[in-house]
């Protein structure tokens, strides 16, 4: 059994009310506490206590970010939290200080993580088409990846010493969604990702 925290950074707007990554994230829920794992969910607008936060964080065994992708990143309150919940932990709880020592302060910065048996996975929401990345001739990603666009996130995560195990996406949602099919998808993704075997080999 593992501990698992799911967090949903999903932001309303008129738009999108973020029923999609609410259906994700109790999806995720669903599986993996019928797979008999223990599972915490914190919905990021609906508020949040930062002191359990961080004690959520230490807590898990592996931390699900659920999040629409706006503006090329994570909507603004999931980037509050980040600011408030990780700040906060900065005090040797999440990381000892940013990896570097008065004997060598030029060197392994980002690496004071404490988190180093925390895995965590990217699970996130686009109106861009699958088709646009990983291809050098679509001129905006220009070959870009979904993980080298999110490498914000995880190097937020590898700061903390979290190990990534492999991200989710959800394509062109919004003009062309297929529910069904991307949450098939993703239920096979969780499947695949959290087997003994898999979990073993991240960590």
């Known amino acids: 059994m593992s501990k698992i925290l799911i967090l ?23 599986l993996l506490e019928d797979a008999g794992n223990e599972v915490r969910v914190t919905k990021v607008t609906e508020g949040y206590d930062v002191e359990q936060e961080v004690a959520n964080h230490i807590w898990a ?8 992708i706006n503006w ?7 980037k509050k939290y980040m600011d408030e919940v990780y700040t906060a932990g900065m005090d040797g709880r999440l990381c000892a ?19 180093n048996d925390t895995t965590y996975m990217l699970s ?22 979904v993980d080298d666009l999110l490498l914000p996130v995880h190097l937020n995560a590898r700061f903390f010493a979290m190990t990534a195990l492999p991200t989710f996406a959800a394509f062109d949602v919004m003009k062309n969604p297929e529910i069904e099919s991307d949450l098939a998808r993703f239920e ?3 499947k695949d990702v959290f087997t003994p075997t898999a979990t073993a080999a991240a960590a």
């Not at 950074?9 to 999609?20: I, K, V, W």
């Not at 090329?72 to 999931?78: D, H």
């Not at 200080?97 to 988190?115: F, H, I, Q, V």
């Open 61 to 68: 065994d592996t931390v699900i970010m659920q999040f629409p």
């Open 8 to 30: 949903n950074g999903h932001q309303p707007y008129p738009f999108s009310e973020g029923s999609l990554n609410a259906a994700f994230a109790a999806h995720a829920q669903k």
């Open 188 to 190: 096979a993704h969780l």
């Open 124 to 145: 996130v929401t686009f109106n861009a088409p699958k088709e646009a990345f990983n291809n050098p001739d679509e001129p905006f990603f220009q070959g870009a990846s």
């Open 72 to 78: 090329m990143g994570v909507p603004w309150s999931f």
């Open 97 to 115: 200080g940013d990896g570097r020592s008065t004997d060598a302060p030029k060197a392994n910065y980002g690496m004071g993580g404490t988190l």
